[in-house]
């Protein structure tokens, strides 16, 4: 019940595409990751992803286009929906995550990048 400092926490972040959790609501996590580069295509069959753009600028991939959002915007993507996030130009992104606590980090894709465990900070 204490105020959360996202500039702090995410000083604690010191890999690429490795979401560390924040907190949870209910039955949902608040995460926070830094991005470079381009991501693995994957879709979540059971759960919907809001992404916040803390710093920067996040290009969603879809199979038939690509949305932007720049700092202070959200993408929300839908379940069963494939994506792939990236950044552009070797930027260095800070997202928010706000997804369910089942939610598999890439879906049903194990890659390099896969996580499956979320350090608490």
């Not at 926070?32 to 710093?55: P, R």
């Not at 202070?72 to 706000?98: A, F, Q, R, S, W």
Request: contains cysteine; hydrophobic residues 35%.
């Amino acid at each position: 019940m204490n105020s959360i400092t996202l500039k702090e926490k995410f000083k604690q972040v010191t890999a690429y595409w490795h979401p560390h959790q924040i907190g949870v609501v209910d039955d949902m996590q608040v995460l926070l990751a830094k991005i470079k580069g381009e991501f693995v295509w994957h879709s979540h069959d059971k759960e919907d992803e809001l992404f916040q753009v803390i710093k920067g600028t996040l290009y969603m991939q879809y199979r038939d286009r690509t949305e932007i959002a720049e700092q202070g915007e959200i993408i929300i993507v839908p379940k069963g929906i494939e994506h792939c996030p990236m950044t552009k130009n070797d930027e260095e992104v800070h997202i928010l995550l706000y997804e369910k606590l089942s939610t598999a980090h890439t879906g049903k894709i194990q890659d390099e990048k896969t996580q499956t465990e979320y350090p608490k900070i």
